[in-house]
């Protein structure tokens, strides 16, 4: 299986600003098929990113994500308040599915 | 888009099995596969594996081999999830989801599976 290891595990920011996420994976992502989600408390998490770098259905252009091969990230652009959540990569290129341990962006 | 909705919550006994359902609705049940991913208490998402409506074959993470088995019954456009031989670690929001495409990721509402003696 290949592992997913987010980072950072916390990032704590105000809004307006940035939000860089790392998503490194112990062996290269098969064809890109690396997704970015959006955990809320409470909810089921909800689709970002697809195929690395392609925004799903409704998701806004602040959200973009980046990477091939084993280095992949997720670049969360003039952070508005509904943006601070817990966010998870996903390899979907293997066989085996696995997801990165998420990382939380919360307000400073 | 399809919707997906999910059997509800469940409290089991260590040792036993816990089956949970995730009907969908809305489009074609054979055009997706459907992922189980669990999540237990103020932890992150865990993959558990998926199956094949169309071929009607499933893969499994190592860390469930042999413990879970997860089938589709194309007639009812159902899939399920069974989890034997339960532990209280097996307490966790039980998701069912599709694979990333376009037009989304759907998720079921999510079941609660409690393990308790």
């Known amino acids: 299986e290949i592992a997913l290891t987010q980072s950072p595990g916390t990032l704590s920011l105000s809004p307006g600003e940035s939000a860089i996420i790392s998503c490194r994976a112990s062996?290269?992502?098969?064809?890109?098929?690396l997704a970015w989600y959006q955990q809320k408390p409470g909810q089921a998490p909800s689709l970002l990113i697809y195929r690395t770098s392609s925004r799903a259905t409704g998701i806004p252009d602040r959200f973009s994500g980046s990477g091939s091969g084993t280095d992949f990230t997720l670049t969360i652009s003039r952070l508005e308040p509904a943006d601070f959540a817990v966010y998870y990569c996903?390899?979907?290129?293997?066989?085996?599915?696995?997801f990165g341990q998420g990382t939380k962006v919360e307000i400073k | 888009q399809v919707q997906l909705v999910q059997s509800g919550a469940e409290v089991k006994k260590p040792g036993s099995s816990v089956k949970v359902s995730c009907k969908a609705s809305?489009?074609?049940?054979?055009?997706?596969?459907f992922s189980w991913v669990r999540q237990a208490p103020g932890q992150g998402l865990e993959w558990m594996g998926r199956?094949?409506?169309?071929?009607?074959?499933?893969n499994y993470a190592q860390n469930f081999q042999g413990r879970v088995t997860i089938i589709a019954d194309v007639s009812t456009s159902t899939a399920y999830m069974e989890l034997s031989s339960l532990t209280s670690d097996d307490t966790a929001v039980y998701y069912c989801a599709t694979e990333p495409r376009y037009s989304g990721s759907y998720w079921g509402q999510g079941t609660l599976v409690t393990v308790s003696s």
């Open positions: 199956v094949f409506p169309r071929v009607g074959t499933s």
């Open positions: 996903q390899q979907y290129g293997s066989s085996l599915w696995t």
């Open positions: 062996q290269s992502v098969t064809s890109g098929f």
């Open positions: 809305g489009d074609t049940f054979n055009s997706y596969t």
